[in-house]
């Protein structure tokens, strides 16, 4: 499975982040490893340099072997908050799409 972190230039993409949730990635998603391919992390400031409530966005893209790609956004006042509820939300994602191809 390859990781793949994209930032937008109002977002500083440390190494320390990108090692960070890789590592929740394939912590978190283990139990899928087989299934997917590629996994890309794009995160962003939606309102660059300008304050704002929920602006910090994280989309999070899923490759499984012979399906169309999985993506699932949130935002938060954090791109580590953002992350973590992007991270819910396809873990969820992915349980019911592999638990349906088990009943077909």
Excluded: W
């Amino acid at each position: 499975m390859k990781i793949q972190f994209n930032t937008d230039k109002n977002v500083e993409g440390h190494q320390r982040v990108e090692a960070y949730f890789s590592t929740e990635l394939e912590k978190e998603l283990a139990r899928f490893e087989e299934k997917i391919t590629r996994i890309e992390v794009h995160v962003g400031d939606e309102n660059s340099a300008k304050p704002g409530i929920n602006d910090k966005r994280c989309l999070i893209e899923v490759r499984p072997a012979k399906l169309q790609p999985i993506a699932v956004t949130a935002h938060a006042d954090t791109v580590e908050k953002a992350f973590h509820v992007a991270l819910e939300k396809i873990k969820k994602t992915l349980s019911t799409t592999f638990d349906k191809q088990k009943t077909h």
